[in-house]
């Protein structure tokens, strides 16, 4: 997902503009792309630039999945990324700034949604389920399925396991700053399209969202 400014056309140009425009920000040809774009709605028609965010994945990916859903006997109407549909799931239609964390298995990613529209998006490695499984498995000596049992049950809560708390702040705590830094990211981007307002709440998602004391 892409947010940038493309010089005032009449709205029937506006998809031409915004093909050319993506040349600038894919790491392959426009060609072999897939996308669809929203004009911002801070967006005036009377403006010199219009604030654009488009959406884009290379047909190959498309293609992929479209075969696998027609094959099995389904007619989809339409694909939307992921945090386009977390942003359906989890979000009534305020005109509100949320963070959206989404934190999960392999990664944690982290969205802010302006009036509905994910303007930011980024990914961190450095903390998921898998990270804190193995910080847990080698603080207590246990095994995987053992360890993923008890930072379900017990997390952040007081336990008899105080070796489990000592495994899991750390890693909470750097969760915490990398928060922070994308808070600060968002609201400190010099290159702005639009106008940043200030993240007003965060959402939590994700099969690691759960863990007891987060």
């Not at 493309?6 to 050319?20: D, H, N, Q």
């Not at 095994?143 to 909470?172: F, N, Y």
């Not at 400190?188 to 399209?193: P, T, Y």
């Amino acid at each position: 997902m892409i947010d940038f400014k493309l010089p005032a056309v009449p709205i029937a140009k506006v998809r031409e503009g915004v093909e050319l425009a993506l040349v600038d920000y894919l790491s392959f040809p426009v060609e072999q792309a897939i996308f669809d774009y929203s004009l911002l709605s801070d967006s005036n028609p009377h403006d010199q630039w219009l604030g654009v965010n488009a959406s884009v994945l290379p047909k190959t990916v498309v293609a992929g999945y479209l075969t696998a859903i027609v094959e099995a006997g389904l007619n989809p109407l339409f694909f939307e990324l992921e945090p386009q549909s977390l942003v359906r799931s989890l979000l009534s239609p305020k005109n509100e700034v949320v963070m959206i964390i989404d934190i999960g298995k392999c990664r944690t990613s982290f969205y802010v949604v302006d009036n509905g529209v994910v303007r930011y998006s980024t990914t961190l490695e450095g903390f998921s389920g898998d990270v804190l499984t193995a910080a847990v498995s080698k603080k207590l000596g246990l095994g995987e399925s053992a360890t993923e049992q008890i930072k379900i049950k017990e997390g952040l809560l007081i336990s008899d396991h105080q070796e489990l708390i000592d495994a899991l702040k750390p890693l909470i705590n750097d969760l915490i700053e990398e928060i922070a830094q994308r808070l600060r990211s968002w609201e400190s981007d010099e290159v702005k399209v639009a106008p940043r307002r200030p993240v007003e709440r965060i959402v939590l998602t994700g099969g690691q969202a759960t863990l007891p004391g987060l």
